[in-house]
């Protein structure tokens, strides 16, 4: 079942690459409008036609077609970039076969092109060799999922980078877990409303004004005149530290449905706070490390605390993909 659910992360990732594509419209006609196609002249002058109309739209233009019902036959028209082929059958039978050029602007067929090539790129670098998804795609998943912009992001993955014992793939990724359960957290979430006075509504709240939300990590901020520790992870896209922190997050999307190799690693807690191992704990909290020297982690969250997936941003991500991957992935 695990292994179901991490490839419909990897589902997710291709409709994330390919969602500009557009899928196969089928378009009948009545048999009134094959009629007037009475030559071959004529419905070369209907594909160059549509083809002009829609040339600036190069989705329609790449993956379009039509079917034409005749009382003894059917004609079937597909576009595909700067051709269209047309085909009729007489029952089952083929009787014509033909690949028109299409009359399109050399600009179009440039950017038809140009796209055709930066989807094949995007595709490659969001796969590994082995089929499993890329850093470069779980980065852009997670702002997509998130809405955030890369500087967005660049500045949630530097903060557990920090607070953890540096490129310690597990302690930052507890105090990733954190951060992720105070997105998940009323109390946390309306505290971030508040004291950064966003106008928004639960839903709108972002994983970045969680991290952002004033004095809640120290590390982004200077003490001592000495800059913010988290200025040091600042863009980090390598080491044990930043893939800690970065699959911590990517997998908490979906629901922490975590590949057998990282079971090990990526750190699930329900712990809302944590104190340097050289801090006292307030009050008659235990706390726990999850590595020798790190970070102690308290104060558990109630359930009565805990935000549905489907009331935060993240509904709105899946909901727009694709409503099946939606309930599949987080059940």
């Avoid at 209907?46 to 109309?53: E, G, L, S």
Wanted: net charge negative; charged share 25%; hydrophobic share 35%.
């Amino acid at each position: 079942m695990k292994k179901f659910k991490c490839a419909l992360i990897n589902v997710v990732a291709l409709l994330m690459v390919c969602q500009s594509s557009s899928s196969l419209n089928n378009n009948s006609f009545a048999r009134d409008d094959f009629n007037d196609l009475h030559s071959i002249i004529e419905l070369e002058n209907f594909i160059n036609d549509f083809a002009r109309t829609n040339q600036s739209n190069l989705d329609v233009l790449s993956n379009t077609s039509f079917v034409f019902d005749n009382k003894d036959s059917k004609s079937f028209i597909r576009f595909q970039g700067d051709k269209a082929v047309v085909q009729i059958f007489h029952g089952n039978n083929l009787s014509y076969n033909k690949v028109f050029n299409l009359n399109l602007d050399s600009k179009v067929l440039f950017d038809f092109e140009r796209k055709s090539t930066m989807e094949n790129y995007f595709k490659a670098k969001f796969f590994n060799a082995d089929g499993s998804i890329s850093n470069f795609g779980k980065e852009h998943i997670i702002m997509k999922a998130f809405n955030l912009n890369q500087d967005m992001l660049d500045f949630v993955l530097a903060g557990p980078m920090a607070e953890g014992i540096e490129d310690n793939y597990i302690d930052v990724s507890a105090a990733m877990r954190t951060g992720i359960n105070r997105f998940f957290s009323y109390v946390w979430v309306y505290h971030a409303i508040d004291r950064l006075a966003l106008d928004c509504s639960l839903d709108q709240v972002t994983i970045y004004d969680i991290f952002r939300d004033p004095y809640q990590f120290s590390v982004y901020y200077s003490f001592d005149n000495k800059p913010p520790r988290y200025e040091k992870f600042l863009g980090v896209k390598d080491g044990e530290g930043y893939q800690g922190a970065l699959d911590t997050l990517f997998y908490s999307i979906y629901n922490d449905n975590i590949p057998d190799s990282l079971i090990d690693k990526i750190v699930v807690h329900d712990y809302l706070e944590f104190q340097d191992k050289n801090d006292p704990i307030p009050g008659n909290y235990s706390s726990v490390q999850f590595v020798n020297g790190g970070n102690k982690h308290y104060r558990h969250q109630k359930d009565s605390d805990r935000i549905s997936i489907s009331d935060t941003c993240l509904s709105s991500f899946y909901q727009d993909l694709n409503g099946d991957v939606y309930t599949l992935s987080l059940n």
